[in-house]
C-alpha cells in the first residue's frame, strides 16, 4: 500500500473513534460565531468525498482533471447537517472514506501518474495549482487527504 495510504486508513479510524466521543449537543454548536459546527464541518467533508470520488473515478475514465466546483457553504446550508444525528453522520463520513481507500489503492499506477494539462485545480484544490502546471490524479488524491486533515483538525482543536 502507498504509504500516504497507510496514513489515511489511520487517520479514519482514529479520527472516527475521537469524533464519537464528541456529544450531541457539543456536535451542534458552532466552533465560534459565524463558523461552522463540527456536525457542518463533518458534512462538509461527506460532500468533500461525495465530489471527489467522482473526481477520482472519472479521472481514470479519461485524461483530463477538468471537474467542476461546488457551492459548499450553500450545500452545508441546504442540507441541514445541524440537525442530523452525530453518530450517522461520523459512521457515513468513515464508511465513505474508507470507500475512497479503497478506490485510492486499486488505482493503478499508470492512472495516477498521468500527466495532466488540461485540469481546474486552480480552482478546486484545496492546496491550488497554477493552471500551466500540470498535475495527476496523485495530486488530487493527496489534496483531499490533505483538506480531510485540515478539518478533522479544525475538529479536535488542532493546528493543521
Same mark, same amino acid.
Given at each position: #500500500?502507498?504509504?500516504? @495510504? ?25 466552533? /465560534?460565531?459565524? *463558523? ?14 461525495? &465530489?471527489? $470520488?467522482? !473526481? =477520482?473515478?472519472?479521472?481514470?475514465? !479519461?485524461?483530463?482533471?477538468? =471537474? ?17 444525528? %452525530? ?5 457515513? %463520513?468513515?464508511?465513505?472514506? @474508507? $470507500?475512497? @481507500? +479503497? /478506490? ?8 495516477? *501518474?498521468? @500527466?495532466?494539462?488540461?485540469? /481546474? #485545480? +486552480?480552482?478546486?484544490?484545496? *492546496? /491550488? ?6 498535475? &495527476?490524479?496523485?495530486?488530487?488524491? !493527496?489534496?483531499?487527504?490533505? $483538506?480531510? *486533515?485540515? $478539518? ?9
Amino acid at each position: #500500500m502507498r504509504e500516504w @495510504l497507510s496514513d489515511l486508513q489511520q487517520t479514519i479510524e482514529s479520527a472516527a473513534e475521537r469524533l464519537l466521543r464528541i456529544d450531541e449537543a457539543e456536535s451542534a454548536e458552532p466552533k /465560534t460565531e459565524g *463558523k461552522w459546527s463540527n456536525k457542518e464541518i463533518i458534512g462538509h467533508l461527506i460532500d468533500s468525498a461525495a &465530489n471527489n $470520488h467522482a !473526481r =477520482f473515478v472519472l479521472t481514470q475514465l !479519461r485524461d483530463d482533471l477538468v =471537474f467542476p466546483g461546488y457551492e459548499q457553504n450553500r450545500g452545508v446550508e441546504v442540507q441541514h447537517y445541524r440537525e442530523a444525528s %452525530w453518530p450517522q453522520l461520523i459512521e457515513l %463520513w468513515r464508511a465513505y472514506n @474508507l $470507500h475512497l @481507500l +479503497h /478506490t485510492m489503492s486499486v488505482t493503478p499506477d499508470d492512472k495516477l *501518474k498521468n @500527466l495532466c494539462y488540461q485540469h /481546474t #485545480m +486552480h480552482e478546486i484544490a484545496w *492546496k /491550488t495549482v497554477s493552471q500551466s502546471e500540470p498535475v &495527476n490524479l496523485e495530486c488530487l488524491m !493527496r489534496d483531499y487527504v490533505a $483538506h480531510l *486533515k485540515h $478539518h478533522l483538525g479544525q475538529v479536535f482543536g488542532e493546528r493543521a
